[in-house]
C-alpha cells in the first residue's frame, strides 16, 4: 500500500459526458502527479499541482483540468469525453516539488468511455 | 529527459539473480538513473535510484557503468512477484529544470518462471 488513494476504482461513462477522479496523497506530501495509461500511449504525464499551485504540464488536453485543494488532495476533470479517452488514470504523490524524491503511485482509477 | 533503451522483454527462473539493463548514450551530468516498476494491475512502484555510485536497497541493487552511458537492475534472487515491467528513467532535477514529471517509455516485461 502506497498511502496514496484515488476514487473511484472504476468508472464507465459514455461519451460527451464530464467525470471526476479524485486522489488523496500520502500524508505529508505536497506534490500530486496526473498520469494517463493507455494500450497506444504508455504511461503519459499529464499534470502536476505541488501545495495548491500548478506546477509542471505535459500533454494534457485542453478538455482535461486538475486542481490541488488546501487539504492537498487533488481532482482531475475530464469533459467532452470520447471513446479515446479511455484508460488507466495514475495519482502520485511525492514530498518536494523539483523530483528530488521518488512519487508514489495510487491504483489508479479505470475509466471507460462508451 | 534524456532517452533510455531497453529490452521489451526478459525471462528469468524463480530463486536466480536477474540482471535488467538499460542504455542511456545521451546522459547529461544532472540525470538521475531512476528504475520503477508496475506489477499486474497496480501503479508503478518506485525500486531504486542513482547518479554516479552503485547503490543498494532491500528491493534490488544499481549498477551503474563508469561512463555512466549504461545501468543494470540486479534482482539478486527473483520471485514470482517479482514479475512486472520495469522502467528506467532519466530525471535532470537540476535546478530551474522542470524535470519533476516522470518520462516513461516501453520499459522491460520480466517473466519469471517457477
Known amino acids: 500500500d502506497s498511502g496514496v488513494t484515488q476514487t473511484p476504482k472504476h468508472l464507465i461513462t459514455a461519451t460527451g459526458q464530464r467525470v471526476t477522479l479524485r486522489c488523496s496523497p500520502r500524508s505529508g506530501d505536497l506534490s500530486v502527479y496526473w498520469y494517463q495509461q493507455s494500450l497506444d500511449q504508455g504511461l503519459q504525464f499529464l499534470i502536476q499541482?505541488?501545495?495548491?499551485?500548478?506546477?509542471a504540464k505535459g500533454n494534457i488536453l485542453e478538455r482535461f483540468s486538475a486542481q490541488q485543494f488546501p487539504d492537498l488532495h487533488s481532482e482531475l476533470n475530464l469533459s467532452s469525453l470520447e471513446l479515446g479517452d479511455s484508460a488507466l488514470y495514475f495519482c502520485?504523490?511525492?514530498?518536494?516539488?523539483?523530483?528530488?524524491?521518488?512519487?508514489?503511485f495510487g491504483p489508479g482509477t479505470r475509466l471507460t468511455v462508451t | 529527459d534524456a532517452k533510455t533503451t531497453q529490452p521489451n522483454s526478459m525471462e528469468s527462473n524463480e530463486e536466480e539473480p536477474v540482471h535488467l539493463p538499460c542504455n542511456h548514450s545521451t546522459i547529461s551530468g544532472t540525470d538521475y538513473i531512476h528504475w520503477y516498476r508496475q506489477l499486474p494491475s497496480q501503479g508503478p512502484e518506485y525500486v531504486i535510484h542513482?547518479?554516479?555510485s552503485n547503490v543498494n536497497n532491500r528491493m534490488a541493487s544499481l549498477a551503474i557503468a563508469e561512463d555512466r552511458k549504461s545501468s543494470t537492475l540486479i534482482l539478486h534472487r527473483a520471485t514470482l512477484r517479482d514479475a512486472a515491467v520495469y522502467y528506467c528513467i532519466l530525471r535532470d532535477v537540476s535546478y530551474g529544470n522542470a524535470g519533476n514529471m516522470l518520462t516513461f517509455g516501453g520499459g522491460t516485461r520480466l517473466m519469471v518462471k517457477p
Open positions: 502520485a504523490s511525492s514530498v518536494d516539488e523539483l523530483g528530488h524524491y521518488e512519487q508514489y
Open positions: 499541482y505541488y501545495n495548491g499551485e500548478e506546477r
Open positions: 542513482g547518479l554516479t
